[in-house]
DNA sequence: GATTAAACGAGACGGTACGTCTAGTCTTGAA
DNA sequence: TTCAAGACTAGACGTACCGTCTCGTTTAATC
């Protein structure tokens, strides 16, 4: 979200400029991709004057970020599917298909590629983005507990430390395969996966 | 390496400014980052015209895999500990040791990003860097099979999809850890994430 | 001055606003001179809404004509020195000093250029400044005439061209010097040129 | 003259390049006059790059200066007319159908009133025009001393200073006539002028 | 030893995008 | 209706790199 200052005087600012410019920044994303997106492209898109973006993002990588991670509330859930191996293989199934997208593809690893020299940029993706993952691996594994396919954690250090755990070795390993092997996450590929995490988490227990 | 034409008249290209380019490139990469290296920067660092760089490479992207492709090679090897568990959990140290070099940091997901659109930079990737990672897989699943730690792939098609899958799922969950979550791959997450890994292996297997 | 289109309902216009503005301009271009001069630092300066400006003048052009215009009305003025020759020498020292000024000096030459392309511009200078000097070469002349230094002229249409010619000699030649030139107008100079010119204006008559 | 830094590397500067855009720089100036005047579009009318301009001059002023010099040099000359009078005269129309130009009217004005503010800008109109102007009356005061129309000085202080103060006279007037009075300068009003000058400069020596 | 052909440094070239600035207009709520 | 505040469109500014080009100068292998 841009940033808001909290005037009361003055004209307020548009709240349809940001809207139209989130998504006049996917479109450019799709049809440009990151590297050949232009603040000025985006501004022209939308509709909009190049000093309102301005006024409302520092630069390029914080536009995109905030574009990117709408994607994220709208696309990612998690319905209970019965079982810990179908709800696991349930969200890496989705978490792919959204990787897939056009916007999402380059723009994820182009804003984390700038997040390692920008520590309010990596603040900025880790609300937006990565806590908000996270939460969906406590209620996964909240489900999972109640159901008995897990044990609770003895502690409390412990079971964040597990969260993040699996968190990185699920997202880790999706973002892996789509992006940098290449390679499609396709059902089969899930069962395996799916296969291997769970059956380490349970044997990790017992 | 740079483009390699063969020629047989004329004055041969200098070696020493290979090295000198790729080391400049390193060099650029640890105080100006990806986003912010630039050919001609990276030229004068060389004491190289900008004429030599495009001479050899086509484009910064291409120069900046050549110059981490070389960092993998010298930094990843495997020697064996013993146990797979001991080789994971040296593997998984020592790759996050390489991510945590500043050239390492940005570079390799910004390349990632680029290969998103350019094909012929995904194949530089592959070959340059993923390729030689996945050899240390085959590697240590031999070992272990020799050990009889892990059971052996009934046919061949099978082999290799497991292969990719524990490559994806390792390299992955230690991108994703330093990158995106922006964690240190300490000594403790290597031995909790291993625990996982072997177990979900040997028990997917039993 | 400003536009007074004698309303009579709502708010009443500012009159403290007028003064405020045209002394925030004088000081601006002090400061900055013409070219760094901007409707949004005066508004600033006079705390006074950049609405306020634009109500009043069309733009910058119009506004610094006016701040310039006033200096005119203030400083211009021929006492009887009780010669021709005191009389011109007087007012070109005044002049000068007037030109001197850095509210002026940039601001004069600016708002001629500008002028050259706009009729409007043009007209405003010319009854802003143009018409006010020109009044003193009349006085002057009477003065001359009824002292006996100079003939009277034959005609109204001649008198008229003469006034006019003496009126750019005289202006021409302070501001060539003090902008072009760029040389001091002291005494020594105006000694000399008023030398030059009423003997030109003696011997042009005899 | 645009900056010439005496290279012996690299490729040299194009010559043609110089030439399109004081051309450009002319023709935009007749078009547009210098307020609407822009760098880009200078650029684009010559055919050149934004950064070829800005390599050669440090910006508008300088680049329309420079433009504008070029057309005192080709169009004020001083062929010997027999005498002091026929001269004066002459040059009095020529210069001021130079200043009739739509190229020259605004720009010399604009340059002027920038330099006011610019001690660099002020060196370069001086050298570039008024030095050249200045020139033309020693040349003229010159024949007309040997014509015996005029008296020699009686040293060099007085000889200069007296050519500075003519200089300004006739420029001055001419300038003033053309750009604030806005009035032509026709044979009659040059005509005038000059019984105005040549009658003061022969009285004054009488 | 002379020739030759490519690689070399230097740096100008046409372009594209950047992020900033200013002009002048428009929208709000308070006076 | 004016005011202060400030967001808005439009577009020029000067800078930084891009990747290409044109020079004149090495430099090794071939003649």
Redesign the pocket.
Known sequence: MPST?L????????TE?DRAILDATRAALVELGWG??????VAARA??????L???WA??NELVVDAVAALFDEHLELPDRGSLRADVEGVVLQFASLLERPETKTALMAVVAESTRDDALRDRIRSAIVDRQKSLVLIGRARAQTRGELPREPDETQAARNADLIFDVIAGAVVHRTLVSAEPVDEEWARGFTALVVGGLTAGAG
Do not use: I, N, Q
Not at 7 to 14: A, D, F
Not at 36 to 41: H, I, S
Not at 47 to 52: E, H, L, P, R
């Open positions: 200052p005037r009361r005087t003055g004209r307020p600012r548009s400029a050949k997106l232009t603040m000025g492209d509709g909009v004057a190049k000093t309102t301005y006024r409302r630069g390029k």
